[in-house]
């Protein structure tokens, strides 16, 4: 499914700033590497959770040059702001976005945070990905701190250039690095236990949620 992917739409469903960086930045890397069309669609900048007495756009600037670092072009950077923790109260017009993108682009393959994610925003996003992407190709991302469980059902192996990529890219969140799973070294060792799994150095493990063959 990952395989000759020069030119192919892929599209990168985060609902906050950092959680496709976190979910699947090593993937991403490698995918802007084989030249695949890669964009990235976030839903909230969180104004309302940096700490006190930062810039509101703090978070605006920090996805834009940590999706840059991952190789993904300014102009495929697409940033809603929807208000953080009550995407449920917003629920159709974020999926109004996911389809206006949709017919635009008809990307052949999606990423997403995996279904097991409790956070009430990704599940939102998820739900509303899977309606408005039935007919592509769809990969749930892990973050184990949302994850009661999580199926490691699909393996994206990684070099140690794509891992650094994304810690690179995690590493222009200056306002979120107090946060435990910015840890560098759990990042490192989740690839190494995905990579372990597979006979690989690194990996990232995703939830197969649609593969269609073609």
Not at 39 to 59: A, E, H, I, K
Not at 80 to 108: A, G, T, W
Not at 150 to 165: M, V
């Amino acid at each position: 499914m990952l395989k000759n992917v020069e030119n192919k739409k892929i599209l990168i469903l985060a609902p906050h700033t950092d959680d496709g960086e976190l979910g699947c930045g090593g993937t991403i890397s490698k995918l802007t590497s084989e030249n695949a069309d890669v964009y990235y669609m976030v839903f909230s900048v969180c104004t309302r959770s940096l700490p006190r007495g930062l810039n509101p756009n703090t978070l605006t600037e920090e996805v834009t040059k940590a999706t840059q670092k991952l190789g993904i072009p300014k102009q495929n950077l697409i940033i809603h702001d929807y208000d953080v923790r009550v995407f449920n109260e917003c629920r159709q017009s974020i999926l109004d976005d996911m389809i206006k993108f949709r017919n635009e682009h008809n990307p052949s393959l999606i990423f997403l945070p995996a279904r097991s994610d409790i956070h009430q925003d990704h599940e939102v996003v998820t739900n509303e990905g899977i309606r408005a992407f039935k007919k592509s190709n769809i990969l749930g991302y892990e973050m184990p701190w949302n994850n009661l469980t999580f199926d490691t059902s699909c393996f994206s192996i990684l070099n140690k250039q794509n891992l650094d990529c994304k810690m690179d890219a995690l590493n222009e969140y200056n306002s979120q690095k107090n946060r435990p799973y910015f840890n560098e070294d759990f990042i490192r060792s989740l690839a190494i236990t995905r990579g372990t799994q597979i006979g690989s150095s690194y990996a990232e493990a995703f939830e197969v949620i649609r593969m269609i063959w073609d």
